[in-house]
């Protein structure tokens, strides 16, 4: 390798050699990954700035979606940047620093599950328990459960890095590179806490909640047919069952399409067949938190029209606060 092909060329028996790659990684690198980080950043942050200025949006079920914007705003700031410059440059940052955003990447991807597992909840208790849902589900206790997501988040990635963040580069092989590693037990406890356990609790709550929503939709289809409305109205009620299924299929379809293939090919990392592929899931594992904005807000009305009050910045007028948006 020529001297100039290192980071370091004063240190070259130590030295990275500086990364390279193919025409197609190099248009994802350089053309789709910032797009995406852009859009990850802006969407959540609409989201962010949305629930947390208009009254109308400060309800229990909106604070966990606020969490998740938090979260997954942390991955499109810190993740995906940092991702970038590892795949298209040196990394001169020092192991200290490679250490801290490792963990910090990995907190604000745990505490996005937690926040996934804490929404299916919540919609099960207000389609499942609708009489109840006032008395169970309170801001307060809302609040607690969130704060109990963030600290699993960090006392889980705590224990998963825990060597990584004792002993800082202990994975790299040379200077100028940062490298995620972790021991056997690691992976194990990461593919069961952040992956096995919230995808079975969210996959039966939501079927759960499936039965109840097309059973409810039955039911009232009936109750039209039998005081003879008008023809619209069990058209609108078959559209509202519709509706139901294909929201919780979009939901559970973009929580598998954008996880499992990253543990899938973690539990096979050591096969050298996988070349890049390894690095193609990582990136979208992180697409999911562009797409969580997409999924839980804009189908949200109230959404678009805090959007628009944003844009137009009708928010910086007096009261704005106390506007009608739903």
Known sequence: MDQWDLCFPHLANISCGKPSSD?????LLRVLQPIVCILTVLLNLLVIISISHFRQLHTPTNLLLLSLAVSDLLVGLMAMPGEIYMSTSCWFLGDIACSLWIYMTFTAESSSVGNMVLISADRYVAICHPLHYNV?????RIQFCLCLSWVAALLHCAILLKDQLVRPGMYNSCRGECVIGSE?????LDLVVSFVLPLSIIFMLYMRVFVVAVSQARAMRAHVKCLKLQHSAPFRAKSSELKAAMTLGVLVLVFLVCFCPYYIVSLVADNENFGSVPK???YLYGINSCVNPLIYALFYRWFRKAAKHIVTL???????REANIL
């Open 23 to 27: 025409w197609s990684e190099g248009v």
């Open 136 to 140: 169970k589900v309170t801001v307060k």
């Open 184 to 188: 056997v037990y690691a992976g194990i």
């Open 280 to 282: 193609l899931v990582f």
């Open 314 to 320: 009708r928010i910086l007028q007096p009261a704005s």
